[in-house]
């Protein structure tokens, strides 16, 4: 454990370093800023809701029509 290692110190912002790619796979864990949020997240509605809201439709259409004919 006694082994001396030499250290090179490089000038510059380090663009020119050759980093492993490993790096890129810890940057997708980081939160994304509040401006890169998306702002509009449609969540689609459950099937059950969606026959509910048919259903719904066909009783107003229904009622309509009978209004209609009187």
Do not use: F, R
Request: net charge negative; charged share 45%.
């Amino acid at each position: 454990m006694d082994e001396n290692k030499k250290i090179e110190v490089v000038e510059g912002d380090g663009s020119n370093l050759n980093i492993s790619p490993a790096y890129d796979h810890l940057n997708a864990g980081t939160p994304t800023p509040a401006s890169k949020k998306p702002k509009n997240i449609v969540v689609p509605k459950s099937i059950k809701e969606k026959e509910e809201e048919d259903e719904d439709e066909k009783k107003k259409n229904i009622k309509k029509n009978e209004d209609n004919n009187k």
